[in-house]
């Protein structure tokens, strides 16, 4: 078994040392390589950046360019001597204006009139600008700036940088004459020497169609793609193509002081020993160590990978590893599969879940890019999958879905624990309305490596809270309206009626003198009775909307309940015996008080003991209790024997105007106010109403108030309570 170990570290132990070498130098290679190709990149932004600022420089030349030829054509000195036509007072403004720009390169300034076709040239050297002032005044294109050529003087083509336009007479709109400058690019080192200064490059050469116009330097004995010191390539040289005006294309040639690419290769050449000395060491170092560990490193991996393999998908505690013999090392390969089968397994099912899931999941790593995108969706946006997994939002969605995205999930990472908002997202289907959630996902040690989000359609939801909202105002706004409207009529039937049952006392009474004719009353009487009822129609009525308005007031005081129920009672005992029913009250407070607005509590019992005296046949009891429950809520109730109702009938009781249908019930007085009032106000007190009743069991209605509104009896109503 030892020899069998030894010659298995052996092994190990040398292929590791080769391993190491072959690794070490792809690595040295590779690192070389990579570092190359990063060079390469490197200098060709840099080619890029050169090449705009190139650009940058030139058309900056070319707007002030045009920003000068449109302000001369706007002089109104040059204006009135062309209305004039006095070429020697043109001929001065040009001069002047020459001579006047500043940070402008200007060679070529001339203006054609109108009907004329003999330019007035101002520009310094004719015999060189002449065949380009030529060019211009007979080929004219306003409004751009052109690079013109012009044919070859004395052998050179001239090449510049041409602006024309129109000078308008404001009076007439006619062009009265065309206004030409330029800027030379034959021999002119200015317009270079302001590159260099921008930049760090050695020198700078312009060239169009093969043919160099200007050159410039730092150091004139440095020119693009020549040698220094002897040393090859100790400079780097590119060419720049660049369009800067319409006309032929323009190539810049520059030389940089250096050659980072040769350096990085002379670099690497030289520290190339050292490294392959410390590589072949590190390698023989790496190897001992390895066959010294391998031996009691494997006896256990195999078991250490089966137990994991275990608990991990009974989502148990992963044991640690100890190290085992080398014969184990076979059974490695299996034992890491099962492993990966039970990854395999979980990440099928989490898969399987987030597919089915009714609303629409994904995440975004810390870069943006689409990690996870479910059924839900690619079919609400409708994608592929590998149309999503990679991409950025970028890539995807339109400038008004990706600042909606944007701003919800910034919002969300700034809670550090996610967030959940409204989100309005452009979908294929149409704008939908969605209820986000969005969330980092962390690894164990908490560090954040992507971000989930799920949003749900709402769409529907919100039109239907939205209906319901009108409807709801709609409704607010008809039951004010109705409340208004009961209220002013109530007021105004008060007057006329008090007036009617006055009048009809007196009849009755026959204040005035005796009525012969019995029967008027006897009419009189039944005047007064009706409108004595409508009047407390009327006057519950206007109880009911002065409530609903939410004008009514509270006036609490400490109330001896026991007291204002035997008031009650006592108004109610002669309706009582003339309907055969018997009225009585079981009440014990035991010191306590209801705080509470007396008034409105008399209305609320009267109304209950009147509804449950009319509602009892004849022979029956209504009992008036009051008692303080354990938690201090008072409960207040009024119980008969009567017809009592069903549950149709209790669901409707408590509304304006709503009365059963039995018999007994269309025979007794009322509108169907006296149970509505009666809950508006339990409602006005923070109480709670509650009705229990069957038909032919009577019913029974309790009050119960909040522990807040039990208080202690005042000492005027414990000296009346009568000691047990």
Excluded at 338 to 363: G, H, K, Y
Excluded at 457 to 480: G, Y
Aim: net charge negative; proline share 4%.
């Amino acid at each position: 078994m030892a020899t069998r170990d030894f010659r298995y570290s052996t092994i190990i132990a040398a292929a590791t040392f080769v391993a190491l070498l072959l690794v070490s130098a792809i690595a040295v290679w590779s690192g070389y390589w990579f570092a190359q190709k990063v060079l390469e990149q490197e200098l060709n932004r840099q080619k890029q950046h050169l090449r705009l600022i190139v650009e940058l420089h030139f058309q900056k030349q070319l707007l002030q360019l045009q920003s000068y030829v449109r302000g001369l054509a706007r002089d109104p000195a040059l204006l009135q001597a062309i209305r004039a036509e006095d070429n020697a007072r043109m001929d001065a403004i040009l001069r002047q204006a020459f001579h006047s720009p500043e940070g402008l390169n200007l060679d070529i300034l001339f203006l054609v009139p109108r009907d004329s076709e003999a330019p007035l040239d101002v520009s310094p050297n004719p015999s060189r600008t002449g065949p380009i002032v030529t060019h211009a005044a007979n080929h004219p294109a306003p409004g751009v700036v052109r690079l013109l050529r012009s044919d070859p003087v004395h052998g050179v083509t001239v090449y510049a940088f041409v602006k024309g336009t129109r000078i308008i007479d404001p009076d007439t709109g006619n062009a009265v004459a065309r206004l030409i400058a330029g800027i030379m690019l034959n021999d002119n080192s200015r317009i270079l020497q302001g590159l260099l200064e921008r930049t760090e490059l050695a020198s700078a050469a312009l060239t169009v169609e093969e043919t160099e116009l200007a050159h410039a330097a730092r150091d004139e004995s440095i020119d693009p793609g020549a040698k220094q010191n002897g040393q090859p390539g100790s400079e780097t040289s590119l060419t720049i193509p660049f369009s800067a005006a319409a006309g032929p294309p323009l190539v810049l040639k520059v030389a940089t002081r250096s050659n980072p690419a040769d350096q990085l290769r002379a670099t690497y050449f030289g520290l190339l020993p050292v490294i392959a000395g410390l590589i072949l060491a590190l390698s023989l170092a790496l190897s001992v160590f390895v066959r010294t560990i391998t031996k009691r490193s494997l006896s256990k991996l195999a078991n250490y990978a089966t137990m994991a393999a275990t608990t991990a998908g009974e989502h148990s505690e992963i044991p640690a590893f100890e190290p085992g013999p080398i014969e184990d090392f076979n059974n490695l390969g299996s034992s890491i599969e099962q492993v990966f089968d039970v990854l395999r397994t979980s990440e099928n099912r989490a898969e399987a879940v987030i597919d089915r899931a009714p609303a629409l999941i994904f995440a975004k790593d810390l870069n943006g890019r689409y990690t996870i995108a479910n059924s839900q969706f690619l079919t609400t946006f409708d994608f592929s999958r590998d149309q999503v997994i990679g991409k950025a939002d970028n890539d995807l969605f339109t400038e008004d879905v990706i600042l909606e995205m944007r701003a919800f999930e910034t919002a969300a990472s700034e809670r550090g624990e996610g967030a959940a908002r409204e989100v309005t997202l452009t979908t294929p289907s149409g704008e939908r309305v969605f209820l986000g959630a969005s969330f980092p996902l962390r690894t164990e040690a908490g560090d954040t490596y992507a971000h989930c989000t799920i949003l749900s359609d709402i769409t529907d939801r919100k039109k239907v809270e939205i209906a319901l909202l009108h409807a709801k105002e709609e409704a607010e706004f008809a039951n004010s309206a109705k409340t208004s409207f009961l209220a002013g009529v109530s007021h105004e039937l008060r007057t006329p009626l008090n007036a009617i049952i006055g009048f009809s006392e007196m009849i009755a009474s026959e204040v005035l003198g005796r009525i012969e004719n019995r029967n008027y009353v006897d009419y009189a009487r039944h005047i007064q009775s009706s409108g004595t009822h409508l009047l407390s129609l009327i006057g519950d009525v206007l109880d009911l909307s002065v409530i609903e308005s939410r004008k009514e007031t509270v006036r609490e005081e400490a109330l001896d309940v026991e007291e204002l129920g035997e008031d009650c009672l006592r108004m109610i005992r002669e309706q009582a015996a003339e309907a055969g029913v018997e009225v009585r009250a079981e009440m014990d407070m035991r010191g306590h008080a209801l705080k509470a607005d007396a008034r409105r509590i008399r209305q609320i019992l009267i109304n209950l003991l009147t509804n449950a005296v009319k509602f009892t046949p004849a022979g029956g009891h209504v009992v008036l209790t009051c008692k303080v429950g354990k938690d201090r809520r008072i409960l207040l109730s009024v119980t008969d024997d009567g017809i009592g109702m069903d549950r149709t009938t209790q669901a409707h009781a408590f509304e304006p105007f709503m009365q059963g249908n039995s018999s007994m019930v269309r025979k007794a007085e009322g509108a169907g106010l006296g149970l509505a009032l009666v809950k508006r106000l339990t409602e006005l007190h923070n109480a709670e109403l509650q009705c229990t009743s069957a038909p032919g069991k009577g019913t029974t209605m309790t009050i119960i108030f909040p522990a807040s509104r039990s208080v202690s009896a005042p000492p005027h109503i414990q000296a009346e309570t009568p000691a047990d």
